[in-house]
Nanobody, 127 residues
Framework: QVQLVESGGGLVQTGGSLRLSCVAS????????MGWFRQAPGKEREFVAA????????DYSDSVKGRFTVSRDNAKNTVYLQMNGLKPEDTAVYYC????????????????????WGQGTQVTVSS
């Protein structure tokens, strides 16, 4: 069982930056592949970024590639999402998610592949 708690959201102007954190409870955080997703009002949840167990393999949606960076610190049971160059269309609730994996470099874009989800943190970008 893993519990995930996101933090770091807030209100920022266009072009600004935020760093989201997601802290996982329990042991063996390094056994979990992690993902970030977001959901804007009236829209479906969408993939943002994913990072493998080791942190050595990452993936990004086209809409955030080059602006967002996902990373993890397994010693701190934490995954991060550094968001730069924020745009109003980045406004959403951001969720982190976790799935146990036998494969060190596994990561997924599909929400249904993840078993554990956090409660989300609101990110609002003003124009």
């Amino acid at each position: 069982q893993v519990q995930l708690v996101e933090s770091g959201g807030g209100l920022v102007q266009t072009g600004g930056s935020l760093r989201l954190s997601c802290v996982a409870s329990g042991r063996a955080f390094g056994n979990y592949s992690m993902g970030w997703f977001r959901q804007a009002p009236g829209k479906e949840r969408e993939f943002v970024a994913a990072v493998s167990r080791s942190g050595g393999s990452t993936d990004y949606s086209d809409s955030v590639k080059g602006r967002f960076t996902v990373s993890r610190d397994n010693a701190k049971n934490t995954v991060y999402l550094q968001m730069n160059g924020l745009k109003p269309e980045d406004t959403a609730v951001y969720y982190c998610a976790a799935v146990a994996s036998l494969y060190l470099e596994y990561r997924s874009r599909r929400g249904n592949d993840y078993r554990y989800w956090g409660q989300g943190t609101q990110v609002t970008v003003s124009s």
